[in-house]
């Protein structure tokens, strides 16, 4: 065999480091909307507005009316592991944010030619400081945050490539907005695609927010879920076994506020069905579990879209029962039910 051809260790430069990081952050246009939404709402935004330009390759701003970042931290904001919610691995361990790993905006300055606007209550007027060059300008808005990304992936060509359409990304896009209303009804949010307004849900009850994303066929095909087991609270809605779909596309999970994406929680609540569904149908449902931060892990994956449980089993039944409930419940109510 050929000798290897060895070359010395060496540490990769500070910007290779970020590109690589930014890997596992940001795949598409719809990591970049996750994340910037995550720190809308994690500063308090009422409303979050969301503009695109070719389904965010282009363009992806995200403007909130949230807390804002004061001028002295800007360039922090910016640095890879600098956050202002977690300062010790005990904040981690009952984290209430989206964010903690300080990693997003770092990740999307490194593959994209990203500028924050910011201001907060004490300032006279907004700041913008440009990733790139770092330069620092008064700018006009009022308090909060606007985040710019331009140019998706230009300086990474492969990452680039796996794209799909325009129309396709900003269908990841909406659907990434979608996850975030649906856990926060008090907040309104807008989508616009090239200057056309494509989505608005105006802040309301979560019943309202269910409505105006999922739509009435969903209401009238499901009925609602809430238990308290122990230490947890699973509610929200799960669709009657009739409702059952040929795709995946209308579950939803939530952790705390924190949409997820978990074999476990999935099954419990396919198991909830088990006699009454059948083959590949699908069942409809968003729920929400609520659990003591101490008996879940969130940094378990970049995405923070899974999690670890203390006691899978405990989380597993829960969801399992709080949905079997609701299903014996429109049974019996089904039944009587005074026939037509
Ligand atoms: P993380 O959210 O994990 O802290 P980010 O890289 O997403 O990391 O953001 C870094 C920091 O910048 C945040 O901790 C926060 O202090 C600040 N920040 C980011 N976006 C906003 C925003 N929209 N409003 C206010 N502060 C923000
Ligand atoms: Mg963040």
Redesign the pocket.
Known sequence: AEPVQRRTIQELPDELISQIAAGEVVERPASVVR??V???L??G?RQVTVKLMAGGVRQIL?E?D????PVP?LP???KRH????IRSLDDLEHVG???????????IASVSDMS?A?RTPHDAHAHRLDARSGELTPAARAV??S?EARELFFNTPARRKFLKSDATELAHCLEAVRRHALARPEVGFAVWHEGKLVEQLRPGTPAQRLQDVLGDEFVRTSREVDLQIGPMRVHGRAGLPDAARSRADWQYCYVNGRYVRDKLISHGVRSAYEDVLHGSRQPTYVLFIEIDPERVDVNVHPTKIEVRFRDSREVHQAVRKAVEATLARSRAGAEAAPLM
Do not use: Q
Request: charged letters at 20%; hydrophobic letters at 45%.
């Open positions: 994340e910037l995550d720190n809308a994690d500063a935004a995200v909130d949230g807390c804002g970042i931290e922090l904001a910016l600098a956050t202002s919610k944010t989206m964010g903690f790993r300080g990693e997003a905006l770092a990740a924050v910011s909060g945050t985040v």
